[in-house]
Nanobody, 120 residues
Framework: QLQASGGGWVQPGGSLRLSCAASSGTLDHYAIAWFRQAPGKERERVSCITISGAEKYYADSVKGRFTASRDNAENTVDLQMNSLKPEDTAIYYC???????????????WGQGTQVTVSS
């Protein structure tokens, strides 16, 4: 089981840092992705970090603003979100897979989601 935290309300241009932790077991055997789902929209992958952390993938909509990182010693994966926009408003989920798959169907474990709201 994964636990996502760190969501909240922020004004446009602000920052939030999401964190994904394992309630049992460890994350260091998995690539970790962040997905988000806005009301009325399909869930999309916004980032993924490989097991080693050497490779990171981002959706075009968040490149240059979001940064994924992981600390395998602390068993956490974070998503630093800067320059937030209203269109970033969504529920954000972390998910674990053996590799950075594009399809959500390839992810074996999911967190419960954390709400991010960007508005003035």
């Amino acid at each position: 089981q994964l636990q996502a935290s760190g969501g909240g309300w922020v004004q446009p241009g602000g920052s939030l840092r999401l964190s994904c932790a394992a309630s049992s077991g460890t994350l260091d055997h998995y690539a970790i992705a962040w997905f988000r789902q806005a009301p009325g929209k399909e869930r999309e992958r916004v980032s993924c970090i490989t097991i080693s952390g050497a490779e990171k993938y981002y959706a075009d909509s968040v490149k240059g603003r979001f940064t994924a990182s992981r600390d395998n010693a602390e068993n956490t994966v974070d998503l630093q979100m800067n320059s937030l926009k209203p269109e970033d408003t969504a529920i954000y989920y972390c998910a674990a897979a053996l590799f950075c798959a594009r399809s959500e169907n390839d992810y074996d474990y999911w967190g419960q989601g954390t709400q991010v709201t960007v508005s003035s």
